[in-house]
Structure formats: structure tokens, C-alpha cells
């Protein structure tokens, strides 16, 4: 390389360096045809010394696709998606695909944009949280000739498959769970539902299975911008301000509610004997409160493995679209009382 230091390497160069031919290192490093052991090392010792990497776009010339997954998700400020990204990647570590994240801020016009760019590299795959994305977006979905898979909610019709939670269903249970334990004035706090499509779906079957018992909720709460344990403990404030006779807090999300937790505890309230509290996503951080609060395991982890896994089923041409749904479990903590 000393007619240009900055030029970028070929086969060529990796075909100089271990002594064998392009066609050999072509075959090498795509993993396909026959090479012995002894000529396989040494030319990826070669590749790895002259810090070679393959040019996957010349390849996709041909094959029409990269061997990337696109995970378009919404945040990656909260705990929520990091498990998630960690079950995608557990299972596509054993292939050769690689996960791409896009960022969409719970923003129809953003996940377009994302899914635009995304998708012109042609990747293999792609896994998107939640079932509700404009109409453009759906069309590109769903002409992209590709598997998709939604995640996180199965409340609705996906473009292809789904894996995820009924939300709705969550919401219920939590309400069954409450109402058993003999709490009746019932607050809730959470995010602006109008961009957390899920939290909404778990507030209306929330307020559906209360309904149904004839019992209303006293109070809400509303917060814009991510999750964190000061918003909790100001929403848990005010709310409490405005309704001295609220006996059960329920939180969109376990951090408000871990908020919550702090100030109730802070205040000299007896939780759950005065007031009872319960969130959602079931995260690690709740072990290592003074006292362990009411959730529900959102399956986060398995959605996320078990969509990667539909992803690889899919490119080998084993399955056609599926519908994976998961049961969210309750955990009662040491914040909601068993009867």
C-alpha cells in the first residue's frame, strides 16, 4: 500500500498477504465452498493483521439484501428496550446477522424518516415496536418484501408477524389484582397516552375491568418527557394534594412508580396498609428498593429472542407469518396486599 496509505484494502491485499488466491479469499471470508483448515486460518490471520473488512454492499448487489436486522424502537432512555435489544442480540449472535437500531422518540413522522433509511439498505429483517405507525410507514412495511415483526403489543393487525402482550389484558389483570385486595379509590399516574400507544391500551382495559366492579378512577396524573423517579415522586405529591382519600397508586411504568414509593416512604405513609402502589415492566431496579413494588413482567427478554428467532425462521424459509403471544405475569411485591 505505498502508492496510497488512505486507500481502502481489497481481496487483492488479503490475496497478497496470506499467498493464495482472490477467488480463495472471497470463499474464506463469505464462509461458502470448500477451503482446507490450514489455508481458512491463514487467510483470516491476513484479513485480521491488515484489518480487513468485507464490502457487504458489493454483495448485496447481488443478493439484494444485507445481513442486517433493522430494530426500530422508541427510546433507549428508559430500562425498558435495553432487554429487549438484549434478547434480539442473544439469538441473531449465533447467525450472521447483525442488528441496526433507529431511534423514533415516539414519533410517527421520525419512524418514516427512520424506516426510510433503513430500509434503502435493504436489510433482512426488521423488528419495530408497536402496531401503530402511519399510513406511510405501513406501506413501506409491507412492500419492503422482507419479514417484519412488530413487538410489544398484539392488540391490533400486524403488517406481517407479532410478538408481544395483549396490553389490554395486563391492564385487567391489574385491576382484578387491586380490586381483591379491597382498594377502591384509585389514582392513576402515567405518561401523555396520546404517544404511549400501549399505556393506553393498558389504562383502557385498566379502567374496563373496574367498571365493571362499579368502581371509578378518583384521579389522574400526567407527565410528558422519559421516565424517572423525580417525576414520580412530584406526580405521587400532587395527586395526594388534590385526594387525601386515594387508597391505590397505579403507575404506567415501575420508575414513576419507584418515585412514588420513595415519597410515600418519605412521608411516613404505611404502604400498602394506607396506600397500596403497583407499576409496570417488572425491572431489576425494583430489587433494590427499601421495599419491593407491585409490578408486572412484561416478557421484554422474550419478546425480544423470540422475535429474532421469527426473523431467522423467516430468511430460511421455515415459517410464514406468526402470532406469538406472551402472558404477563403479576408480582406482587411488598406494595399490593393477597386476599
Not at 239 to 258: P, Q, T, W
Request: aromatic share 6%.
Amino acid at each position: 500500500m505505498t502508492d496510497n496509505e488512505n486507500r481502502p484494502l481489497t481481496l487483492r491485499d488479503v490475496s497478497d498477504a496470506s499467498g493464495v488466491s482472490e477467488m480463495t479469499v472471497s470463499r474464506v471470508l463469505r464462509n461458502r465452498g470448500d477451503v482446507s483448515d490450514a489455508t481458512r486460518k491463514r487467510v483470516l490471520a491476513a484479513a485480521k493483521e491488515l484489518g480487513y473488512v468485507p464490502n457487504k454492499i458489493a454483495g448485496a448487489l447481488a443478493s439484494n439484501r444485507v445481513n442486517l436486522v433493522a430494530v426500530v424502537i422508541p427510546s433507549m432512555s428508559n430500562m425498558v428496550f435495553p432487554e429487549v435489544m438484549t434478547g434480539i442480540s442473544q439469538v441473531l449472535d449465533d447467525t450472521e446477522l447483525q442488528p441496526v437500531v433507529g431511534i423514533t422518540g415516539y414519533q410517527r413522522e421520525k419512524e418514516e424518516k427512520v424506516l426510510y433509511e433503513m430500509l434503502s439498505w435493504r436489510p433482512s429483517g426488521v423488528i419495530i415496536a408497536g402496531l401503530e405507525h402511519s399510513e406511510a410507514s405501513r406501506a413501506m412495511l409491507a412492500a419492503s418484501g422482507i419479514p417484519v415483526v412488530e413487538i410489544m403489543d398484539v392488540d391490533g393487525t400486524p403488517v406481517d408477524s407479532v410478538v408481544g402482550i395483549s396490553h389490554r389484558l395486563a391492564g385487567q389483570k391489574m385491576a382484578s389484582a387491586i380490586l381483591k385486595a379491597g382498594y377502591r379509590q384509585i389514582g392513576f399516574l402515567g405518561t401523555k397516552m396520546s404517544l404511549d400507544h400501549r399505556a393506553r391500551k393498558r389504562f383502557e382495559g385498566f379502567t374496563e375491568m373496574l367498571a365493571k366492579a362499579g368502581v371509578e378512577i378518583v384521579d389522574k396524573e400526567f407527565y410528558t418527557g422519559g421516565s424517572a423517579l423525580v417525576k414520580g415522586r412530584e406526580m405521587t405529591e400532587a395527586i395526594l394534594a388534590r385526594n387525601e382519600e386515594i387508597d391505590f397508586l397505579y403507575y404506567s411504568n415501575d420508575i414513576i412508580g419507584a418515585g412514588g414509593l420513595l415519597y410515600l416512604l418519605d412521608q411516613g405513609i404505611d404502604v400498602p396498609g394506607q396506600i397500596g402502589l403497583a407499576g409496570f415492566n417488572g425491572v431489576n431496579l425494583l430489587k433494590g428498593l427499601p421495599r419491593e413494588l407491585a409490578t408486572m413482567d412484561a416478557c421484554r427478554l422474550e419478546i425480544g429472542k423470540r422475535a429474532a428467532q421469527v426473523i431467522v425462521e423467516r430468511i430460511a424459509g421455515d415459517t410464514g407469518p406468526q402470532r406469538i403471544v406472551l402472558e404477563p405475569t403479576i408480582s406482587y411485591g411488598q406494595t399490593l396486599k393477597r386476599r
